[in-house]
Structures are given as C-alpha cells and as structure tokens.
C-alpha cells in the first residue's frame, strides 16, 4: 500500500507542478505580449517626435532664411539713408516732397465714423 500511495502522492505533485508551470508560462507570454504592445508604442511615439523635429527643423530654417534677408534689407535701407544725409549735408538742403495735390487736412476735418 506504501507504494501506491507513494505513486498516487507524487502523480499529484507532478499534476499541480504541471498546472504552476502552465500559468507562468501563460504570464511570461502575456508579459512578452505587453512589452512588445508597448514597444511598438513607443516606436510610433519615436517616429511622431522625428516627424516633428523635422518640421520644426524646416520652419526654423525658413525663419533664419526670412531673417537674412530683412538684415540684408535693412542694411540697404541703411546705406541708403546714410547716402542721403550725406548728400544733404553735402547740398546744404534737403527737399521737400512733391505736393500730393490734395489739401492737408487738420485734426477738426477728418472724416468721423458713426457707431
């Protein structure tokens, strides 16, 4: 009877070994599931962040191009100004600008709104 029992108790310990070693290999493979789900997560949110660098990267590149020519725009206005004052200086005048053709108006004549 020993023996039966023996056989009998460890047919039920290799059973529940067998049943603990199902449900972890079940939990491994759902923690593998998850981890990919949150690597491929994470690789569209890498991919979204690089598309946006690269946005970022051609408005900042459009903004430094627009900069270099309003400096470049500036300092022609510049040289500009400064030959005129220097021909001023150098005529001893500076000209009036040509008459429009319409008369000044004061402060007392401009148009008012109605609200």
């Not at 070994?17 to 690789?43: F, K, N, S």
């Not at 690089?50 to 900069?67: C, G, M, N, P, V």
């Not at 040509?98 to 709104?113: D, E, H, I, L």
Request: charged residues 30%.
């Amino acid at each position: 009877m020993a023996g039966w029992g023996a056989f009998a108790y460890a047919a039920r310990f290799h059973a529940e070994t067998e049943q603990r070693l199902t449900e972890q290999g079940a939990e491994l493979t759902r923690g593998h599931e998850q981890l990919i789900a949150e690597r491929d997560q994470a690789r569209a949110e890498v991919a979204d962040l690089k598309a946006s660098r690269d946005q970022l990267i051609a408005e900042r590149d459009e903004a430094k191009a627009q900069l270099a020519a309003a400096r470049e725009e500036v300092t022609t206005l510049q040289r500009r100004l400064d030959e005129a004052q220097a021909k001023a200086s150098e005529t001893g005048s500076v000209r009036t600008p040509a008459p429009s053709g319409k008369p000044a108006r004061s402060p007392a004549q401009t148009p008012r709104t109605r609200r």
